[in-house]
């Protein structure tokens, strides 16, 4: 059974940054895509950074220049950097995983809770 858990969230002012982290109960070579969601209340479930397979990273039109996702092969964990955070990036944050050996075949964190507000 694989695991995902993700941890970082919490309470930060407009402008201030939050690192996201993903930490996996298996090797991250495991997944061919890696990626971070979010939902707003009220809202749908949303892109916001994924490593596609085999490409560059990619990023929601709406966090391009101000979040970077990146990843630590050693440490089996995923992030999502999150900088010049604003109130409309208020969501809970999932981190998903799909299965390089049955693709389709998603893995979901709990989620964690961003606010951004003063």
């Known amino acids: 059974q694989v695991e995902l858990v993700e941890s970082g969230g919490g309470l930060v002012q407009p402008g201030g940054s939050l690192r996201l982290s993903c930490t996996a109960s298996?090797?991250?070579?495991?997944?061919?895509?890696m990626g971070w969601y979010r939902q707003a209340p009220g809202k749908q479930l949303e892109l916001v950074a994924m490593?596609?397979?085999?490409?560059?990273?990619h990023y929601a039109d709406s966090v391009t220049g101000r979040f970077t996702i990146s990843r630590d092969h050693a440490k089996k964990t995923f992030h999502l950097q999150m900088n010049s955070l604003k109130p409309e990036d208020t969501a809970v944050y999932y981190c998903?995983?799909?299965?390089?050996?049955?693709?389709?075949?998603?893995?979901w964190g709990e989620g964690t809770q961003v606010t951004v507000s003063s």
């Open positions: 998903r995983a799909e299965d390089i050996r049955s693709p389709g075949d998603y893995y």
């Open positions: 490593f596609p397979a085999g490409s560059p990273p």
């Open positions: 298996v090797p991250i070579f495991s997944f061919i895509v």
